[in-house]
């Protein structure tokens, strides 16, 4: 038994498979959710994600030994604000939030000095949302990463890391901002490579050949990934703007070399880029 | 019946269909198989994707009313100036490869006048290969360019379109350097970006994070595209370098716009791409 009550806020895919698998491993005695709709609620108790749960914020985390964080970002400094003067001291505030760099030391900043906060990032995919798409095995060799600073509770630390491996997920320890760098090179920077390949067929060059009407393989690839929320993908790529930034000037430099290449009849230097891509390819998906 | 004989030169995965279809339709009397190992022949005759094959190229075209180039691109100058002694007067000669340009008129040059050229393109998927993938199906609703100038013989041009239609194709006549440009948007393009994509993963701003350890959906997506053969892209790449350039450089400022916008908190305009990118997935995939 790792912790005997545990308040999850925000029970949709991220939060209830936590719940799902803590349930399942019994690691937990007792889980509450909170959340606004009292529909998603009472569905997370009904496929046992969470024991039972609050519409009020206050009773929901009141007696609780850890909160996770699992609304979207920016819903976060709200939320730590509210809950803080209702938290027993000693008690641990997390996050499975997407972005970190300044947030941590700000969140830290929110709660009182008895309260522990530790920022944490399952990287689980995403495609589907919502409690109904939960399942207890989303974090199954799943890496996290937490980020502690110099300013970090180590016990809290611990007992976090021992929470998510728990549900058996790969736990790295790695600076916010560095966390904020890896995200936006593997996990922002390709949309933004999606999003600017389609918006590159409506180019004056090309447009009126009508090129969509042509595409097999090549262009479809990326019409999955150029699906996703635009409303979303905005707020991400402001929120993180530096480290987006960052990880577009690397690609524009990337992409004027193999033109510089491919000018150059360079087919050996091209050659050797495929192969790595093919390489890194391994890595990615072992 | 279109033809009394049809001869397919290369029985993999695009002539091996294009037989299966035609053999189905019973469009065409008797279609003789080329290629250099017996095997594949023996195979592609087992499938009934052609008739009987020949290992002599000159017996291969004699009396045949029309041949279909399916081998690689780089193949096709050797195999015209090889057949043109021995193919009939009106004889029919079209290709399935994948850059036109020049190679039209060039190919066109090499063959007695009474002989007629008309270029082509089936863009079909091409994941797998060989004969033993070929499907009677492929060319359903299937887009097949044809590129024709003002040199090419209207009845020949007819009697493609015939051919490809007969089959279940969607037959559109494109100039053929607008077809290199067109391809080189919606096939090459995609692939310089998914492999510049994971070239960057290596830049040695973030190499030493090991960010492809983190990667969730995002890099992932593009992980298969970047996976096709290194020799075929640089060859690829190398021999349509103009188009690809055009393409390599539209895509650099539409990033560029991209990143202004991010820098700019200008969250409208990229709504406006997001909502575009959407827009445009839903003709390349309907």
């Keep these: 038994m790792l912790f005997k009550q545990v308040t999850i806020i925000g029970v949709g895919l991220i939060g209830g498979s936590l719940g799902l698998a803590l349930k399942k491993k019994k690691n937990v005695k007792t889980i509450v959710g909170y959340g606004r709709r009292r529909g998603a609620l009472h569905k997370a108790v009904s496929i046992n994600a969470i024991d039972r749960y609050c519409l009020s914020l206050p009773k929901a985390v009141k007696d609780t030994e850890l909160v996770l964080l699992a609304t979207p970002v920016g819903t976060f400094e709200a939320l730590c604000r509210l809950m803080a003067p209702h938290l027993k001291p000693g008690t641990i505030v997390t996050d499975a939030g997407s972005v970190k760099g300044d947030f941590v030391d700000k969140l830290t900043a929110l709660l009182p000095d008895e309260i522990h906060f530790v920022g944490g990032h399952p990287i689980a995919g995403r495609e589907k949302s919502g409690v109904m798409a939960a399942t207890g095995v989303l974090y199954q060799g799943c890496r996290t990463i937490l980020t502690p ?64 009407e042509y595409s097999a393989g090549g262009l479809r690839d990326f019409t999955r990934i150029a699906a996703s929320s635009p409303e979303m993908w905005r707020d991400i790529f402001l929120s993180n703007k530096k480290a987006v930034i960052e990880g577009i000037d690397a690609y524009q430099e990337t992409i004027e070399s193999i033109k510089k290449k491919i000018l150059n009849d360079d087919g050996e230097g091209l050659i050797e880029i495929f192969k790595r891509a093919n390489d890194i390819r391994g890595q990615a998906t072992r």
């Design 149 to 212: 600073t110099p300013y970090t509770n180590r016990a809290a630390l611990e007992k976090v890391t021992a929470l998510w491996e728990s549900v058996g997920a790969k736990v790295a320890e790695i600076d916010p901002h560095d966390h904020d760098r890896i995200l936006s090179f593997v996990s922002h920077l390709p949309h933004v490579v999606a999003y600017a390949l389609m918006e590159t067929m409506m180019h004056p060059r090309i447009a009126p050949l009508s090129p969509v």
